[in-house]
């Protein structure tokens, strides 16, 4: 493939994007200029979150719905980005779940959905994309969607804790195969965060206000603000790093459980 002129926008994939994090992490590269290809697996969601976009950001933002875990709708998010902005220079692989449960009575069929989604379909993501990146001979960034629970122990998220260290080891791991070709990849880890599902449940701000050394829990905005800087040229010799975004609580640690 011909190589593309640098000095035209970056273009973004995000998944999972139609709220919380990944939405804000959209709305923060569209704000930079940046055009975004915008995924979620709820069509009406995905559709809402590009009208809100554009209407701050006119014609930076497009969306495919369709789920992150099934690698052919992955090959086809990646080849629709493409086809929508001629070229992909940054994949964010934020989408993933969190499916709570006692480790001794966790049931293989939520351990197989959890690990779909967030290690098959972050893992297979980076490698289309990365695969883009090489073809287009400009570099890129990739980054992984982690969590403090990768580096705390945290009652009932044995797997999904696993899956979160998983992708700190990928992004490391990756160093030695994608820095040749110019493109870095690191993971960010974010603590407690308001979003929209959190703020639902009762007591959430305020236990991890209590709990947290610098007062309060992120705000997706928090963990945006991270991601577009290591994405970003600035960040170019910062690659197998994972950043974690938790206002020091993984610096003291105290469970939320704890009165």
């Given at each position: 493939?011909?190589t593309k002129?640098?000095?035209?926008p ?15 992490i959209?709305?923060?590269f ?17 559709q ?15 969306g ?11 090959s086809?998010?990646t080849r ?5 902005f001629?070229?992909l ?10 499916v709570?449960g ?9 351990f ?8 098959v ?5 980076a ?6 990146m ?6 890129g ?8 629970t ?8 044995a797997?999904?804790g696993?899956s ?8 490391k ?17 974010p603590?407690?965060?308001?979003t ?17 050394p610098?007062g ?6 928090d ?16 690659t197998?790093q994972?950043?974690v975004i938790?206002?020091g609580w ?7 459980y704890q009165?």
């Amino acid at each position: 493939m011909e190589t593309k002129n640098k000095s035209a926008p970056q273009v973004a994939l995000v998944t999972g994007a139609g709220m919380g994090i990944g939405f804000e992490i959209c709305r923060n590269f569209a704000s930079e200029g940046m055009a975004v290809m915008l995924n979620d697996l709820d069509p009406g969601l995905t559709q809402q979150a590009v009208e809100k976009i554009n209407a701050e950001f006119p014609n930076r933002c497009k969306g495919l719905a369709g789920d992150a875990s099934d690698t052919d709708f992955i090959s086809d998010l990646t080849r629709q980005t493409v086809a929508e902005f001629g070229r992909l220079d940054v994949a964010v692989a934020n989408a993933g779940i969190t499916v709570f449960g006692d480790f001794l009575d966790y049931k293989e069929a939520d351990f197989h959905k959890l690990v779909q989604l967030n290690l098959v379909g972050s893992f297979f993501l980076a490698q289309q994309a990365a695969r883009q990146m090489i073809a287009q001979q400009t570099g890129g960034s990739i980054l992984f969607m982690s969590s403090v629970t990768g580096h705390q122990a945290h009652k009932n998220l044995a797997a999904y804790g696993m899956s979160k260290a998983a992708l700190e080891m990928l992004a490391k791991t990756l160093v030695l195969e994608l820095s040749p070709y110019k493109i870095n990849v690191n993971a960010v880890a974010p603590g407690a965060t308001m979003t929209e599902r959190t703020a639902s449940e009762a007591g959430y701000e305020q236990t991890w206000s209590r709990i947290t050394p610098m007062g309060r829990p992120a705000f997706p905005k928090d963990i945006a603000a991270a991601v577009s800087f290591l994405v970003s040229p600035r960040a170019r010799h910062i690659t197998g790093q994972s950043l974690v975004i938790d206002g020091g609580w993984t610096a003291t640690s105290p469970s939320p459980y704890q009165e």
